[in-house]
C-alpha cells in the first residue's frame, strides 16, 4: 500500500493546499511531483522515514520546553513529512505583500514616537495608541539606529475559502521559530533527497546570515569587528533551542543578562578574560524584563542600565523597544489604513475582517454574535485568551461576553478564521488539516523575506488552533523557483 | 572605569564568556564523576558476587561507599541500612542525591544544553541520548536486566564523549576548563576510592594478606581503571601499600593523584596565567604545594602521617582550588537566586502568556556545585 493509496477526503468549505477534489486528477499542478513519488512510497516506507526524522529531532535535541507540565518537559515539535508547497508566482505576490506591510508598521512606529501625525489626522484614535499597554512613552522622541524599529518579523498568514492569503497577526516583538525552518528543511532532506533536486525548491538557509547582516547594519560602521551577542532569558525558556541554534548559525555568543553589564553607559560582557564591549544585542528578551531599573524591577534577566545604554546610543537593540504597540491586536485593524496612509498604496495582502471592541457600533455587533465569532484578548498570544464562538458552550460564550462588556479596549472579534487544510499523514492515511504560514521578514540595508517559513499544522482533527503549545505540528514550507 | 582587555586585535570568536567556561567546567566534571561513580559501584558488586558465600560478610563495603561519596547525610535520611540494593540505588539512580549518577548526568547535561552552541554536535548529541536513554529507563529495569550492563552503558558513554571532545573541541581557552573538571574530579576520586580502605593498612588488621584481602585490593585497583597498569608497575603480588603508593604516586599512570594533579597544575598556569616561579594565586600555590608534596614525599612518610589525613588533606586542596578558581574567573552573585530566575525565565513566553507553574521541584540544576562531595566528609 502506498502514501497516498486511500481514499483522501476534502472538504468545499475549506481551501484544500493539494487537491480541488480527492482523486488523482485533483491534485493541483505544483504537487504532481509529490504526488507521484508519495504514490509510489510504500507505507512501511515511508514509517520507517518518519521514525528516523523524529529520532533525529531528538536526539539533536531540537525542542521546545513545555510549561504547564510538571517537569518542564521538553518536547520535540511534531512534524509532518509532506511539505506544503507554494508556486513561485503565489510567493512574489507574498512577499511583496509582506515587505509592504513592514514597511508601513516601521513607519507608523516612527511616527508614534515622533511626530503622531497620524494621531493627529484622525487616522487611528490617539487613546488606542497611547493608552496601548506596549507604548513606551520614555521612548518618544528617540532616534533608534537607522530608523528601523523592526528588524526581525514574523507575519501570520491563513487562506480562505477561496484560497486568498490574509494576514491573521504580526508578531513584532520576538518572533520565534525561525530555527525550526530551517531545522525542519534539514530534516526533509534527509528523508527525501531525490525530490528537492528535481523539484528546485528554494533554499531557507540563508536565513541565518540576513539575520547577521541585519545585525551588523547597527553596528557602528567604522568597527572591523562588532560585538553582535544574542540576548537570551536563559536555558529554561521554552525558545532557548532557537537561540541557540541561531547564535551558533550566526557565529555570535549566546549572552544571558547576568553575562552582560554596564559601565559608564556602555555594555560589556564578562568574558575569562575581562570586559569586552557589546555593539548590537538581538535580544529575545520581552521589553518588561529588558532592564530592571527601568522596566519590571524585580526582573532578573534583564541587564541594569541596558536602557541607559541604548539611550545614549552605544548600543543598537533588534528588535527596537516599544514595537509591541504595532502588532497590538487592535492596531492590526487599522494597518491596511495605515499602508493607504503612509505608503499611499493599496494592501496587497488583506487582513481578516475584524470587529473592535472599543467602537459602539462594532462592539454592540460582537455582544449579539458573539456565538459565531472568534473573540481574542488584544494582548495575548499562544491560542490563550481566545473564544472560537462556533466551538464554544454556552457558558464560554457567556464568560466572555461578559469580559468584552467590562473592558472592551481589550478585546477584538473577527469572523471564523478560514486555514486551508493540507494533506497530513495521521491515524495512517493522508487527512486534511488545517495550516497557517509563518514566514520571517528581516529589516536590514533592505527589507527581505526568507523563501518559506514555518508552516503549522493543527494535528487534532477539525481544529484550528495551530499552536505548538496547543497540540500544533509542523510542515516543511517549500517556495518553488517555478510554478510546478 | 571598565577595562576592555585588548579591545582590538582579538576577533571576537576567542572572547570566552566566563559562564561558558564553568559550564564546560562542571560539564566535563560530572560526566567524570558519573564515569567514576558507575566503576565504583560495577567493581563492588563484582566483589560481592564473587564472595557471597562468606559469612560473616567482610567488613562492610557498601558502609565505606556511602561514607566516601560524602553523602551519608543524604543516605541516612532515605534509608535505615546500608546494603547492596539500597547502596547502588542511592549512588546509581536517586534523584534526591546530587552526586548520583542519574543526577551526574542530568547536570551535565543542563550544562551542555547552556552552552549548546559552544559544543560540537557530535559532543552534544553523545550526552542527549544517554540523557534520553536514562530518562526512558526505570530503576526496575536496571536492576532487571543487571546494573552491570547499566554502568558499562555510562563508562562508555563518558569514554565516547572524552574521544570526541578530544576530536572535535577547538584547543582553546574552554578546552583547558573541560580538562581542568575532568581532571580534578579524578584526582578527587581516586582520594575516595583509596579512602574507603584507609583502616586496612592500619597496623592492627591482622588479615593482611589473606585472599580477601587481595581480592579487595584487586577491587580497589579496578576501581580505578589501574589493576593492568599496577601489573605492569608491580611483577609481584598485590600489596596493600604498594597498591596505595601506585594510585597516589605513579607519574604516569592518569589516574594517580600525582598525575592528575601534575595537570590540574599546568592547566592552572594557563587558567590564570599563574607563568611565575612564585605565583600570586592561593590556587596555584596550593597546587604547587600539592604536587611538591607528590613529587618528594614516599608511601612510609604518608602512611606515619595516616593515610585518610593524607588524602583528607588532599581532597581539602583540590577543593579549595576548585572554588578559587570558579570565583577568580567568575563575577556572578551567589547562585541562591537561580529558582526564582528559572521561573521568570519560563514566564517569558515569547509570544505566549505567562501561565502558572507548579512549584519546580524537579527543577534541574544548571550549575555544578562544588560541595557535592565536601572535603573532609569520608569516614572518621
Redesign the interface.
Known amino acids: 500500500m502506498s502514501v497516498i493509496s486511500a481514499p483522501y477526503e476534502t472538504d468545499s468549505g475549506f481551501f484544500d493546499e493539494m487537491f480541488t477534489d480527492g482523486t488523482a486528477a485533483g491534485v493541483r499542478p505544483h504537487y504532481r511531483r509529490l504526488a507521484d513519488r508519495l504514490g509510489n512510497l510504500p507505507v512501511t516506507e515511508f514509517d520507517q522515514r518518519r521514525a528516523a526524522v523524529d529520532s533525529a529531532f531528538l536526539r539533536r535535541g531540537v525542542t521546545f520546553t513545555v510549561y504547564n507540565d510538571a517537569q518542564g518537559t521538553e518536547r520535540i515539535f511534531p512534524f509532518d513529512l509532506i511539505p506544503r508547497i507554494i508556486p513561485g508566482a503565489e510567493w512574489r505576490r507574498i512577499e511583496a505583500g509582506l515587505i509592504q506591510r513592514l514597511h508601513a508598521l516601521n513607519c507608523f512606529l516612527d511616527d508614534i514616537y515622533h511626530a503622531q501625525k497620524v494621531l493627529k489626522d484622525g487616522v487611528v484614535p490617539a487613546a488606542l495608541v497611547l493608552g496601548a499597554k506596549h507604548f513606551r512613552r520614555e521612548f518618544m522622541n528617540f532616534k533608534v539606529p537607522r530608523g528601523i524599529y523592526v528588524h526581525v518579523c514574523g507575519t501570520d498568514l491563513i487562506r480562505d475559502a477561496q484560497g486568498n492569503y490574509l494576514v491573521l497577526e504580526d508578531n513584532l516583538r520576538c518572533p520565534s521559530g525561525a530555527s525550526y525552518m530551517i531545522e525542519n528543511r534539514a530534516a526533509m532532506r534527509r528523508a527525501f533527497p531525490q525530490l528537492f533536486e528535481s523539484y528546485g525548491v528554494r533554499p531557507v538557509e540563508g536565513y541565518a546570515e540576513q539575520l547577521l547582516r541585519a545585525l551588523l547594519h547597527l553596528a557602528p560602521e567604522h568597527k572591523e569587528n562588532p560585538g553582535v551577542v544574542l540576548l537570551t532569558p536563559g536555558v529554561h525558556n521554552s525558545a532557548y533551542f532557537e537561540h541557540c541554534f541561531l547564535a551558533r548559525q550566526m557565529g555570535i555568543p549566546i549572552v544571558e543578562g547576568r553575562d552582560l553589564v554596564v559601565r559608564e553607559r556602555r555594555v560589556y560582557m564578562r568574558t575569562t578574560t575581562g570586559l569586552q564591549p557589546v555593539d548590537v544585542i538581538y535580544r529575545r528578551i520581552d521589553d518588561d524584563f529588558l532592564d530592571p531599573t527601568v522596566f519590571r524591577p524585580d526582573s532578573m534577566l534583564g541587564v541594569p542600565g541596558l536602557v541607559n545604554a541604548y539611550r545614549a546610543g552605544t548600543v543598537a537593540l533588534a528588535n527596537s523597544i516599544g514595537t509591541g504597540v504595532a502588532d497590538d491586536k487592535v492596531i492590526y485593524a487599522y494597518v491596511p489604513k495605515l499602508i493607504r496612509y503612509y505608503l499611499g498604496e493599496e494592501p496587497i495582502l488583506p487582513n481578516v475582517a475584524t470587529y473592535l471592541a472599543s467602537e459602539p457600533a462594532d462592539r454592540r455587533f460582537i455582544l449579539d454574535h458573539i456565538d459565531r465569532l472568534v473573540v481574542k484578548a488584544a494582548n495575548e498570544a499562544g491560542g490563550y485568551g481566545m473564544l472560537i464562538g462556533p466551538a464554544a458552550t454556552k457558558e464560554e460564550c457567556a464568560r466572555f461576553r461578559a469580559q468584552v462588556a467590562a473592558n472592551p479596549r481589550n478585546y477584538i472579534a473577527q469572523d471564523p478564521i478560514m486555514l486551508s487544510r493540507s494533506p497530513t499523514w495521521c491515524g495512517g492515511r493522508l487527512q486534511g488539516r488545517h495550516i497557517d504560514l509563518r514566514p520571517y521578514i528581516l529589516y536590514g540595508d533592505k527589507i527581505t523575506v526568507t523563501p518559506g517559513g514555518l508552516t503549522r499544522v493543527a494535528l487534532r482533527r477539525g481544529s484550528l488552533v495551530v499552536n505548538s503549545s496547543q497540540g500544533g505540528g509542523s510542515k516543511d514550507t517549500w517556495v518553488l523557483k517555478g510554478d510546478e | ?8 586585535g582579538r ?3 576567542t ?7 564553568h559550564s564546560l567546567y562542571w560539564m566535563s566534571r560530572y560526566i567524570e564523576r558519573a564515569e567514576d561513580t558507575a566503576r565504583l559501584l560495577d567493581v563492588n558488586l563484582q566483589f560481592l558476587a564473587d564472595f557471597q558465600d562468606l559469612s560473616p560478610a567482610p567488613l562492610n563495603s557498601w558502609e565505606s561507599l556511602i561514607l566516601s561519596s560524602g553523602a551519608q547525610e543524604e543516605f541516612r535520611a532515605l534509608h535505615p541500612v546500608a546494603d547492596s540494593h539500597r547502596v547502588t540505588d542511592f549512588l546509581a539512580f536517586e534523584l534526591r542525591n546530587p552526586g548520583s549518577i542519574l543526577s551526574c548526568v542530568y547536570a551535565a547535561r ?1 550544562n551542555a ?2 552552552i ?2 559552544q559544543i560540537s ?1 557530535e559532543m ?2 553523545v550526552i ?2 544517554l540523557h ?1 536513554i536514562l530518562k526512558s529507563t526505570s530503576t526496575e529495569d536496571v536492576w532487571r536486566s543487571g546494573p552491570q550492563e547499566f554502568f558499562n552503558r555510562i563508562i562508555r558513554a563518558s569514554h565516547l564523549f572524552q574521544g570526541l571532545t578530544d576530536a572535535t573541541f577547538p584547543r582553546n ?1 574552554g578546552w583547558e576548563f573541560i580538562r581542568f573538571g575532568k581532571m580534578l574530579e579524578r584526582a578527587d576520586k581516586t582520594t575516595r576510592i583509596l579512602d574507603v580502605k584507609y583502616h586496612v593498612l592500619l597496623p592492627s588488621a591482622n588479615d593482611v594478606g589473606g585472599a580477601i584481602d587481595t581480592a579487595q585490593w584487586q577491587a580497589v585497583l579496578r576501581s580505578a581503571s589501574a589493576l593492568d597498569a599496577y601489573r605492569h608497575h608491580h611483577v609481584r603480588e598485590v600489596l596493600p601499600w604498594k597498591v596505595a603508593e601506585f594510585l597516589i604516586f605513579s607519574d604516569t599512570f592518569p589516574r594517580s593523584l600525582h598525575f592528575c594533579t601534575a595537570q590540574v597544575d599546568d592547566l592552572l598556569r594557563r ?1 590564570l596565567g599563574e607563568t611565575a616561579a612564585r605565583p600570586r594565586s592561593h590556587a596555584a600555590r596550593a597546587s604547587r604545594r600539592l604536587l611538591g608534596e607528590l613529587e618528594s614525599l614516599s608511601i612510609n612518610d604518608v602512611l606515619r602521617r595516616g593515610l585518610h589525613e593524607f588524602l583528607v588533606d588532599s581532597q581539602a586542596t583540590l577543593a579549595a582550588i576548585s572554588d578559587e578558581v570558579a570565583e577568580t ?1 567568575m ?2 552573585p551567589a547562585e541562591s ?1 537561580l529558582e ?3 521561573q ?3 514566564q ?6 505567562a ?4 512549584a ?5 540544576r ?1 550549575v555544578g556545585r562544588p560541595d557535592a562531595t565536601p572535603p573532609g566528609a569520608s569516614a572518621t
Do not use: C, G, K
Open positions: 572605569m571598565p577595562t576592555p582587555s585588548s579591545p582590538s576577533p571576537p570568536a572572547v570566552m564568556l566566563s559562564r561558558v567556561a543542563e544544553r547552556m549548546r552552541d554536535l552534544w548529541e542527549n541520548e534520553l581557552e587558567i574567573t563575577f556572578y537566586s526564582d530566575q528559572q521568570q525565565q519560563q517569558l513566553r515569547e509570544h505566549a502568556p501561565v502558572r507553574r507548579r519546580s521541584a524537579a527543577a534541574p544548571a
